[in-house]
T-cell receptor, first 113, second 111 residues
Framework: EAGVAQSPRYKIIEKRQSVAFWCNPISGHATLYWYQQILGQGPKLLIQFQNNGVVDDSQLPKDRFSAERLKGVDSTLKIQPAKLEDSAVYLC???????????FGSGTRLTVV | DAKTTQPNSMESNEEEPVHLPCNHSTISGTDYIHWYRQLPSQGPEYVIHGLTSNVNNRMASLAIAEDRKSSTLILHRATLRDAAVYYCILSVYNAGNMLTFGGGTRLMVKP
């Protein structure tokens, strides 16, 4: 089966600019997650979707980050405006349901200068 | 969230077994034990998970202590491609199954 697709693979922006990441999960996977991984640390959950509804977004900095999952399939994560500390790899993962293992994409490496 | 404790790093020789320990003394009865690994420049990859009984799959074995306060991921024959960061994570069944990653163990495999 095809894996979790993410784009772009790399992105460099200046601080205060906006950026968007896209994720296409494995077909049929109802649950989708966005993680932020800062260099040298483990991934940190930002938001979890079940179909097109938000299950948990308690760790999403809502003043600058937003995410949506229209029609319960693809998802986008947006940062506006970006700060230097947002430099990280943004990982998307999906699972068949809440009780199954995750499949991660390769991530988008964001550098804010 | 129940926490896990892992060594920061471990070394192994190629073609030898590797035992990666994880302590989770505050685990509750409904917490599953998951292991993921992350190779350089890739997203994490599912390895194995279990609740009470030991588990085996094509990648590894998971040995869970009788009191469930610790577990060990066993790679039966390490290869250079097994060099990665290994994460031990607890998740609550039927409670979103959200995985909270810690720092993991960086496994280095020597030829």
């Amino acid at each position: 089966e095809a894996g979790v697709a993410q784009s772009p693979r790399y992105k460099i922006i200046e601080k205060r600019q906006s950026v968007a990441f896209w994720c296409n999960p494995i077909s049929g996977h109802a649950t989708l997650y966005w993680y932020q991984q800062i260099l040298g640390q483990g991934p940190k959950l930002l938001i979890q979707f079940q179909n097109n509804g938000v299950v948990d977004d308690s760790q999403l900095p809502k003043d600058r980050f937003s995410a949506e999952r229209l029609k319960g399939v693809d998802s986008t994560l947006k940062i506006q405006p970006a700060k230097l500390e947002d430099s990280a790899v943004y990982l998307c993962a999906s699972s068949l349901s809440q009780n199954y293992g995750y499949t991660f994409g390769s991530g988008t490496r964001l550098t804010v200068v | 969230d129940a926490k896990t404790t892992q060594p920061n790093s471990m070394e192994s020789n190629e073609e030898e077994p590797v035992h990666l320990p994880c302590n989770h003394s505050t685990i509750s009865g409904t917490d599953y034990i998951h292991w993921y690994r992350q190779l350089p420049s890739q997203g994490p990859e599912y390895v194995i998970h279990g609740l009470t009984s030991n588990v085996n799959n094509r990648m590894a074995s998971l040995a869970i202590a009788e009191d469930r306060k610790s577990s060990t991921l066993i790679l039966h024959r390490a290869t250079l491609r097994d060099a990665a960061v290994y994460y031990c994570i607890l998740s609550v069944y039927n409670a979103g199954n959200m995985l909270t990653f810690g720092g993991g163990t960086r496994l280095m495999v020597k030829p």
